[in-house]
């Protein structure tokens, strides 16, 4: 039997940190929707008791740090499963790109395997597994449109926001989340971002409020550390998109867009500078 999972990208519309935790990590309330841009994995067992991973994209490792990788042996130990799987990747979400592609691909091998191997776990409890390989994953788990809280793994499902384009555009540089967190000052965030709010504009279905709503405080670390980003913030504003934002840790900007109109125009301005610009819809 083979099993096939979609592996789809996010977008933070609302990222706001409220303290350093003990533990190192950030005490974070965010609210997380996909988007169509996504991975593909095609999963089926061995006749050896082994993990093997394969992917035409040159730029991730296929061995234990993948975190494909590492959801398929943490399933595989905690359910005492003595069976192999080959997992071929079909990589579509750029890397390191503030769009969780690692960690979609491992909630897509936690939900692939529990079907190939039929362990019937519940969402709780891959969603709990998925914690345990990243804040994320959880997330990436359930989908949708949710309010993260916690280190990220505690969720609210809410509904999705007004349907419209998504552009997201990603300029050549890689961004490290570890180093975003570790340089930020949480007790100098002057401008926090109003989880009410966009909850209410989502609720109200306005596009307008969804918009100006946006807000990432991690902006505050890569703006400044990578100009490029800040510079595509606001080509892509002065092009019409109606609302723009870092996602996560970055580097990746996302514009949000309603008029389909616009959208070529945007795709087009964009392109003459920077490489990697997809247009999406959002996943509702
Ligand atoms: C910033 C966000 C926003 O969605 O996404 P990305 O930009 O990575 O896509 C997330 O919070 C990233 O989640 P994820 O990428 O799963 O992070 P993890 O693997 O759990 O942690 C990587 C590192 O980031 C820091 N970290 C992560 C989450 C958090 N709430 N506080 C932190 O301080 C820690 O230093 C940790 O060692
Ligand atoms: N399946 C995977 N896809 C992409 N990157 C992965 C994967 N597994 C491990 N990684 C590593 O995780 C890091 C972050 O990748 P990614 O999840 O794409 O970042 P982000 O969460 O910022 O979007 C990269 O350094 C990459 O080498």
Known sequence: MKVYEKAPAKINLLLNVLRKREDG?????????????????????????????????????????????????????????????????????????????????????????NRLWELGLSMTELEALGAEL?????????????????????????????????????????????????????????????????????????FHDVCAGLGNVLESVTLPKYPEVRQIKEVMTRLGADGVLMSGSGPTVFGLVSKESKVARIYNGLRGFCKEVYVVRMLT
Not at 38 to 66: C, T
Not at 76 to 96: E, F, M, S, T, W
Not at 154 to 160: A, D, P, R, T, V
């Open 25 to 113: 990590y950030h005490e974070v309330e965010m609210i997380m929707t996909m988007v169509d841009l996504a991975d593909r994995l095609e999963m089926y067992e061995l006749p050896r008791d082994q993990i093997v991973l394969s992917s035409h994209a040159g730029f991730i490792p296929l061995d234990e740090k993948n975190l494909a990788f590492q959801a398929a042996r943490l399933i595989k130990d905690r359910y005492g499963v003595r069976r192999g799987v080959y997992i071929h990747l079909d990589k579509q979400i750029p890397v390191a790109a503030g769009l969780a592609g690692g960690s979609s691909d491992a909630a897509a091998a936690l939900r692939g395997l």
């Open 134 to 206: 990243g804040s994320d994953v959880p997330f990436c788990i359930r989908g949708g449109t949710a309010v993260a809280r916690g280190r990220g793994e505690k969720l609210e499902s809410i509904e999705s926001p007004p349907q419209c384009w998504v552009v997201l555009a990603k300029p050549p540089i890689n961004v490290s989340t570890a180093d975003v967190y570790g340089k930020l000052r949480a007790n100098e965030i002057q401008d926090h971002p109003s989880i009410p709010g966009m909850i209410d504009a989502i609720k109200r279905q306005s």
